[in-house]
DNA sequence: CTCGTATTCCAACGTTCTTTAGATTATCGG
DNA sequence: CCGATAATCTAAAGAACGTTGGAATACGAG
């Protein structure tokens, strides 16, 4: 009677593999490139066992595919489209619930942030410094060139390395990282003058700049 | 620890409703243009105490919105963003899912369609002729200005009204109806030319143009 | 005011999904 | 070959979701 069934509830697997904070979550950390289960679950906060169960879960929807390396296996979105669809989703959630807005400005403050493509352009001034905040493992598995690694956690400490008067740009992982806003509130109380990376590394890399490894 | 989760939980409630072949189905109805609970359950083949349900979760994640006439309630994909959405996602689901992509050419058969530029081109052509073969209902609610309404069901029984020559354009419901693809292989049984409309009206409303009530 | 219709609310059941513990596999280094 | 590590598989408990029956609401017609 309904032979359209079976075809609706392929569309539904997909749906399904974005329902789930847990996912979605993960599917962020690899958006700013390959890592392994182990880096994954650590870097999303998630008990290894239910990282790799869900793994299993995008794997199957295609959205993710992995590589075996020795011992260890290293996840990576499965192309571009699933970056750029990502995106989109996020977008279109965020323009559709007004609790997601509140949520974001209350996690993430309301500093004007910088494109990327304006941090393209500044890559090259010396008046800029560009700063990599994550832990030195996501700055290991690749960053903005010419970035400079400090981790949030040493900020504070190492304030005396960083030059006076240039403007800083602070960036972490992805579009809800509150890492960055972070880093920015410490600099500014601090007498610098710095701004974030609007959606972090994941906008760098989507708009289609490259990213250097160590 | 993590504070980023109240925003991935947002996110999944969005994800959540895409997550169900049903409201997938729904989503469909609705993109085709306004629709009752009733109308609603019967075009989709899904319970009325269901299909009522599963509306009021589409309703919490503000994909459509309701507005209420005398005793019924008529329902709407929320804007026209949602629409476009919904083509991403499925044009998303399509390129990523090769069962997704059996199951639709099990369904729809390999007829090569019409898209709604050249359905536009040609409505003016009086070589062409454009058949509604949805329900009477659904042909009242919304349908491609100048098309004829002849449901499947009868459509045997009136191969005789129709003219020889034209070509005719067959359209249904959405991207996944089965109804104009059976409409155009019985036509072309009887010696007519025909071919189907890619996506349905979904597609030629999304195509941002009008459509006619009656 | 009462009745009938369209829809929603509430509660309950069964199913599916998430999470985690325990056992298992695969690979590397010795 | 043995032991250690990374990851997965299996199974089971718990939470969340889909579905449906019965009651409730809201409205228009008479």
């Known amino acids: 009677m309904f032979p359209e069934e079976p075809v609706y509830e392929q569309l539904a697997r997909v749906g399904k593999a974005l329902a789930s904070p847990v996912r979605l979550r993960l599917l962020d950390v690899l958006d700013q490139g390959e890592r392994t289960v182990e880096e994954l679950a ?14 299993q879960q995008l794997r199957a929807a295609q ?18 489209r699933v970056s750029r669809f990502l995106g989109a989703f996020q977008g279109f959630a965020q323009e559709r ?6 949520a974001m400005t209350e996690l993430l403050g309301s500093y004007e942030g910088v494109s990327a493509d304006e941090l393209a352009t500044r890559l090259s001034d010396p008046a800029t410094l560009v ?22 956690r040493e900020l ?13 740009i602070a960036y972490c992982g ?4 509150v890492v960055s ?9 601090h007498g610098f003058r710095a701004r974030p990376l609007e959606g972090g590394l994941t906008a760098w890399r989507r708009s289609g700049r490259g990213i ?3």
């Open 63 to 80: 959205l993710v595919t992995a590589r075996k390396e020795g011992t260890r296996v290293h996840y990576r979105l499965a192309d571009e």
């Open 156 to 168: 504070e400490d190492r304030l005396g390395e960083l030059p006076g008067g240039r403007e800083i």
């Open 97 to 102: 619930l007004a609790d997601l807005r509140d």
């Open 181 to 189: 806003p972070r880093a920015v509130e410490l600099l500014r109380e």
């Open 42 to 55: 650590r870097e999303a906060g998630v008990p290894l066992k239910n990282t790799s169960a869900q793994l």
């Open 131 to 152: 700063l990599d905040v994550r832990s030195p493992d996501a700055f290991a598995a690749g960053h903005v060139p010419g970035a400079v690694s400090v981790p949030l």
């Open 212 to 214: 250097r490894g160590l």
């Open 174 to 177: 992805g579009p809800y990282c």
